[in-house]
């Protein structure tokens, strides 16, 4: 007898135990199913002509409001060779196993940073610091219990800090206040990666007399010791970066951390060339750890460069790492004063901000980029640079388009079928350009935490009347299909805290909205639907990658990418949202977290 004939005979006895046991015990309804169903899937597995069989008390096939793929009443589907099979509801006579809780599509984020996640899981966690004093005591402790840190080979890393939570700009002399740190080689990013604040020995790396930097700033009062934007690579030139195999750790950190979220892909927002040989070398090697999708942005190795020939597309068999785009960047972030903007901030009004790049060599990178057959997606806070960037769409779509003696353009259509350029962050947008954006269908890749976390200090920085006309939209641009994400390790990298934020426009770390006297919410006309949100972490990802054929969904052809709530999202209240717990998440058919 053959050896699958022997496997379905043990199959059919264990289910027949798991009945009787049932029967006799019904209190074990729970541990039987648990039981029964990883019987089901070792017996499935054991054959590669077969499918596997999950079923669970409800499967949700689409995040789309209105979807015809939604159904409440699907609770089942197979899955064979990494991908879905079909999706049905089994008949009253048929056998099978439900597991407990709720299946719905994996989450992607839509904008994240993998191996810097990955570094600050191993660094100095400083986010939410309020005092210098508290910043020194986290420092030490990482030093205390990390010997070898701080030396001129292993600088101490960290991010989060926020002047405005501390109440100026750091110096390196106010690290020097605790004599443990004196003489450590320290490099710790802002809140929001733009600005970097190094110790005193990282200062004597760099020459005495240091130069302007078109494009950055290097913050001279209260004191040295903080580089923002392009000043950062003066400091970065002499940092002994970590090598492969810690990157490989790095990588592998971060992975396992955001599948505990519920995410099962994400678009890395600027990845160099080095880093992408090291990507592509995990995601083919069989055991490296590599488990989560990755859409990866080409970052040159010298930003806002075009690097063709260090790079090249990636489509890996087993669909877990995708390369077709680029980053490039317009500008620097707003709480630093660095987004470009078209009149000067309201609370500094010396001054509009730092483009990164000029108007014309961000055009040229754009077509360039295309006519290479890469998605060009532009950095883009500040209503200035917002312009710059869709100018630069504009202008490469009129080149790059087909068209005819008597025929316009069709520019958006074109660019949605093989562009789909978009603008990372979207942060500040002036009304003109909005509708610019509409006819051309470019892409807003927003992060709804950011508007959450911004509100304290936005309205200083832009004024009520940009606040209201120009700032932190999703509602109104909902038409263009915005891919949603969090800027991890920016912010939180849990998307059940970017759809709560994108609900209420509250704060998911606190419930309530920054500014006073906006509790019931920031900028509430701004908020999304709950399936909007939903759509917003799952099937906008996929057509934002070009990949809308193949995730978002759980639908035959579709990768096998899953999480298990315990709860339906549709019954807990809005303010539940924040708190939700994954017990499962699964990639390609395969097991990568389970909070049991």
Not at 68 to 90: I, M
Not at 241 to 246: H, S
Not at 263 to 275: Q, W
Not at 327 to 336: E, H, Q
Request: proline letters at 6%; charged letters at 20%.
């Amino acid at each position: 007898m053959s050896s699958l004939p022997l496997l379905r005979w043990g199959f059919m006895l264990s289910l027949a135990a798991v009945a009787l046991a049932f029967l006799l015990r019904p209190d074990l309804k729970h541990n039987i199913n648990n039981h029964a169903h990883a019987i089901l899937q070792h017996s499935f597995s054991s054959s590669s002509s077969e499918d596997q069989t999950y079923c669970y008390e409800g499967v949700r096939t689409s995040h789309a409001p209105g979807s015809e793929a939604v159904s409440s009443s699907v609770t089942c589907f197979n899955v064979h060779d990494g991908k879905f099979t079909s999706v049905f509801t089994p008949l009253e006579t048929d056998s099978v196993i439900v597991s407990p809780g709720h299946a719905y599509p994996g989450f992607w984020d839509g904008h994240g940073h993998l191996l810097q996640y990955g570094e600050f899981l191993h660094s100095v966690n400083l986010f939410g610091s309020k005092s210098f004093d508290e910043v020194r005591s986290r420092v030490t402790d990482y030093v205390d219990t990390h010997p070898g840190a701080g030396g001129r080979d292993e600088w101490v890393r960290g991010v989060g800090w926020d002047q405005m939570a501390l109440g100026e700009m750091p110096t390196a002399d106010m690290l020097e206040a605790e004599p443990r740190l004196q003489g450590l080689y320290i490099m710790l990013d802002r809140v929001d990666v733009h600005c970097i604040w190094v110790s005193k020995a990282v200062l004597s790396l760099l020459p005495a007399d240091l130069p302007d930097v078109p494009g950055g700033e290097i913050v001279r009062h209260p004191g040295m010791g903080v580089f923002c934007d392009n000043a950062m690579e003066m400091v970065t030139a002499v940092w002994p970066r970590p090598g492969a195999e810690k990157k490989k750790e790095y990588v592998r950190s971060a992975m396992k951390d955001l599948h505990s979220v519920g995410l099962v892909g994400m678009h890395d927002a600027g990845v160099t060339p080095r880093e992408l040989s090291l990507y592509e070398e995990m995601a083919t090697t069989e055991g490296d750890g590599w488990s989560l999708r990755v859409y990866a942005m080409i970052e040159c190795a010298e930003r806002n460069t075009f690097c063709p020939e260090a790079v090249q597309k990636v489509e890996t068999d087993n669909g877990m790492l995708h390369v077709r785009s680029v980053k490039l960047f317009a500008d620097g972030a707003l709480g630093s004063w660095g987004s470009a903007m078209l009149e000067p901030y309201s609370d500094r009004p010396d001054t509009t901000g730092s483009l990164l790049v000029n108007a014309s060599t961000l055009t040229a990178l754009t077509n360039s980029w295309a006519a290479a057959g890469y998605q060009v997606n532009i950095h883009a806070i500040g209503d200035r640079a917002n312009r710059l960037a869709i100018d630069a769409f504009e202008s490469t779509l009129k080149n790059l388009c087909p068209s005819t003696p008597g025929n316009e353009q069709d520019l958006r259509a074109c660019q949605l079928e093989n562009y789909r350029f978009r603008i990372e962050h979207s942060q500040i947008i002036h009304p003109s350009d909005q509708v610019r954006m509409r006819d051309l269908g470019v892409i807003p890749s927003v992060q709804p935490t950011h508007a959450t976390s911004d509100s304290a200090y936005a309205g200083l920085r832009l004024g009520v009347e940009r606040l209201q006309k120009e700032a932190y939209r999703m509602q109104s641009i909902w038409d263009l299909g915005p891919v949603l994400g969090s800027d991890f390790p920016v912010e939180p990298a849990n998307p059940f805290a970017g759809i709560y934020a994108a609900v209420t426009r509250r704060r998911p770390d606190t419930g309530v909205a920054g500014p006073p006297g906006s509790n019931g919410g920031w900028c509430v006309d701004e908020a999304l639907e709950f399936s909007q949100a939903l759509a917003g972490f799952t099937e906008a990802p996929a057509r934002g990658a070009f990949l809308e054929g193949s995730a978002g969904r759980i639908q035959p052809g579709f990768w096998a990418d899953w999480i298990v709530l315990e709860s339906k999202l549709e019954d807990i209240s809005v303010d539940e949202v924040r708190n939700v717990k994954v017990k499962e998440t699964w990639v390609g058919g395969r097991k990568v977290f389970d909070r049991e």
